[in-house]
């Protein structure tokens, strides 16, 4: 009975709490004998935990969409009070800047109403639109136009580099002064490093250009640099603007590259809307820019914009809506397929509902690491139904969404960078532009082949498995 009464006991819950108990005295009169000893690093340990759980805290307090927070956590995490003091830094030395305030705008329906609530812009007028499905195209009417200038010039592009196209584009800037423009160029310092030099500044300037770059590429390394201008703006005596793909390179017109035919795509468009895209240039020239509602126009149109930290998630939150109130197709264009939960998710529901999702990527890829990624997103969007090709000429770099009646053309990619880290822009275009971007999406549909997804090595997945996971940041 003895036995018994102590084996029972020995399992019971009290006996238990006995031994939990015991163990923590036992550990109290330990840290009484060995804390004082060690008692600078028990500091400096908890000084780390504070530094990691501040900011974290700052991470999820800032709005960021779920992907990105998960990223900046799992860095702080990785590097202990270096990544923590790293993004307190990052967020507390931000600076707001282009904001667009467009006076007497007028809250719409539809689209126009989320364009309006986030950033601002309204829908504008203009009068003629050209779609541009090659570099060649594109060139040959900006540097008319540019030539034709009277009284301004506004450009500002990600990447400007040296060869044919700038050489180009000086001899009409040249023309545009000796009529009297007055010339403004954005260079982002990023996109542009090792591409344009002080000898390609100086030229500009020598030409009479107003040059600013964009967060110049230093060596100390400073956090706003994650921030870029991956905008491509050309605003002519406010009359007509040109966005789209196209940097100032000779890659975009196929005179030299390095990863086959660079298949790109922009628009051209006459009219009020011109203005509203200079006053996006000037929100970034002067920090922040207020402009009037641009009058007249025979057709409509609806531009947006990001300026992140000031303005950011606005063509995330247009595509994820188009999207998801598709009902016949969703046509997109892009060189990267990373964009998130959000709009996977409503690429998946969009393909689950009987719509026609047909994505092109590149079959030539400029980065393989981007393309790694790619490759990732597609083998998941393609076991719900999504129809995915590769551009089998050479690079992918058109950036354009199209659901049934409207075309979403503009600078953004599907990728984390651009919804969400960079300065872009866009317009909303419905009607017969429309359509020949859809004509175009299918002529280079019938050049592409179906992306097939191949089984990956343990390695591989690994490798991808850590790019998902920090893809939000790069």
Not at 250 to 269: H, I, P, Q, T
Not at 382 to 391: D, F, Q, R, S, T
Not at 433 to 448: G, Y
């Amino acid at each position: 009975m003895a036995c018994l009464y102590i084996v029972r006991n020995l399992f019971s819950l009290n006996f238990l709490y006995l031994i939990l108990i015991a163990a923590e005295i036992a550990a109290i009169i330990f840290l009484c004998w060995w804390l004082p000893s060690a008692l600078p690093l028990a500091v400096g340990f908890i000084a780390v935990w504070l530094s990691d759980i501040f900011a974290a805290v700052a991470v999820y307090s800032r709005g960021n969409s779920p992907e990105i927070n998960c990223s900046l956590i799992l860095l702080i995490i990785a590097l202990p009070l270096v990544g923590a003091m790293g993004y307190l830094l990052s967020a507390f030395k931000k600076q707001r800047r282009g904001l667009l305030k467009v006076k007497g705008a007028v809250r719409s329906d539809g689209f126009g109403g989320i364009c309006g609530a986030l950033c601002g812009t309204c829908s504008c007028g203009y009068d003629k639109a050209e779609y541009f499905k090659n570099g060649e195209e594109f060139f040959s009417l900006l540097f008319k136009e540019i030539e034709k200038a009277e009284k301004s010039v506004c450009l500002e592009y990600f990447i400007v580099g040296r060869g044919q196209m700038f050489n180009r584009l000086i001899s009409a800037i040249r023309v545009a002064r000796k009529n009297g423009a007055e010339v403004k160029f954005i260079i982002d310092g990023i996109g542009s490093a090792f591409k344009t030099g002080r000898k390609e500044i100086r030229l500009l300037r020598s030409a009479g250009v107003e040059v600013k770059l964009f967060h110049r590429l230093k060596p100390l390394f400073y956090t706003g640099l994650n921030n870029r201008d991956h905008r491509k703006i050309a605003v002519i005596d406010d009359r007509v603007v040109f966005t789209g793909g196209y940097n100032i390179g000779d890659e975009y017109a196929n005179v030299e590259s390095r990863f086959g035919y660079w298949k790109d795509a922009g628009v051209a468009l006459y009219g009020g809307v011109a203005v509203l895209f200079k006053g996006m240039f000037l929100s970034v020239w002067n920090r922040g820019y207020e402009t009037e509602i641009p009058e007249g126009g025979k057709y409509v149109c609806q531009p947006y914009y990001d300026s992140p930290p000031s303005v950011s998630g606005v063509a995330e939150n247009l595509f994820t809506t188009a999207i998801s109130s598709a009902r016949e197709r969703v046509h997109v264009f892009t060189p990267y397929l990373c964009a998130g939960e959000r709009i996977n998710s409503a690429l998946t529901l969009a393909a689950m509902r009987g719509v026609d999702v047909r994505i092109i990527i590149p079959h030539i890829p400029d980065k393989k690491y981007a393309f790694e990624l790619t490759k990732s997103y597609a083998a998941e969007l393609i076991e719900a139904g999504v129809k995915v090709y590769e551009y089998t000429p050479g690079f992918m770099h058109a950036k354009c969404l199209i659901c049934d009646g409207e075309a979403f053309i503009g600078t953004h990619n599907f990728d984390f960078r651009s919804l969400r880290l960079n300065y872009e822009c866009g317009v909303i275009l419905n009607g017969e532009i429309c359509e020949t971007a859809d004509k175009d999406f299918w002529n280079c549909a019938r050049l592409s082949s179906p992306f097939i997804v191949k089984p990956a090595s343990r390695t591989r997945r690994v490798y991808r498995f850590f790019l998902r996971l920090f893809a939000p940041l790069f």
